[in-house]
């Protein structure tokens, strides 16, 4: 779903054959697969033993700690990019100081996030893992899309604004229950299942989908997210 979102970044830094990029939070790796694509050097780290599986699977290098191991071998890359791990993330302030750890001098950090929620026709669905979380710590996924957000993580680590933008990235599945196992998938429900219980958290997105299912079956919502470049100064 979010593949707009990486091509705009790639596209925007070149990313090539003189890149190294790294994934924080890669999940299956498809954002490193790209960017391999365009012949760049990728490794990704990813904390999820069986997103790092399927990651393994498509030949990437994924390790599941912060610090570099023998499966990803450069200690500092030229890009580092965080698409998938702020929204919900317990500290970002700190994932974004080991993302700059991890980046070369003159390199880049990519911070990414949710956009407006009157702009993500998600929001409302999204809103049934609070709901459904209880009185547990489940962190709103939009909590980084007010303006000035992802700018107010860079100062404390020296990071310094190099550029942004927002890029359409609509969800859409071929069918309910697809949509159902896509937006668990997310983690983003996993407060709500532990509270909840799985299956009454799947019945109720089922009933937040309505809204956006298709007369063919299928299920879309148009959602825009928001990145931000930042540079390690040299």
Known sequence: MLVPLYEAV???????????????????????????????Q???????EELRELARGRR??????????????????????????LPGAA????????AARLTLPGGHVVLAA????ER????????????????????DPFELSAPGALEDLLAPIGLRPAGSGRVGCPFAYPDLDSAVRGL?????????????????VAKELEEALQPYLRPDGSVRMENVFRYLIAERPR
């Open 184 to 200: 668990l998938s997310t983690g983003l429900f996993e407060a709500a299942e532990e509270f909840s219980g799985a299956p009454l």
């Open 60 to 85: 990437l290098r994924v390790c599941a700690g912060a610090r570099p191991t023998a499966a990803v071998p450069r200690s500092a890359h030229s890009l580092v990019t965080v698409f998938d791990q």
């Open 91 to 98: 500290e970002p302030g700190r994932v974004v100081a080991e």
């Open 114 to 117: 949710w956009g407006p929620p």
């Open 120 to 139: 993500c026709e998600s929001a409302s669905v999204l809103d049934a893992a609070r709901r459904m979380a209880g009185r547990t710590t489940a962190r």
């Open 42 to 48: 990728v490794a990704g780290q990813e904390p999820r």
């Open 10 to 40: 790639y596209d925007r830094l070149e990313v090539g054959p003189a890149s190294s990029v790294l994934g924080l939070g890669c999940r299956s790796g498809l954002a490193l697969l790209l960017a391999a694509g365009r012949g760049a």
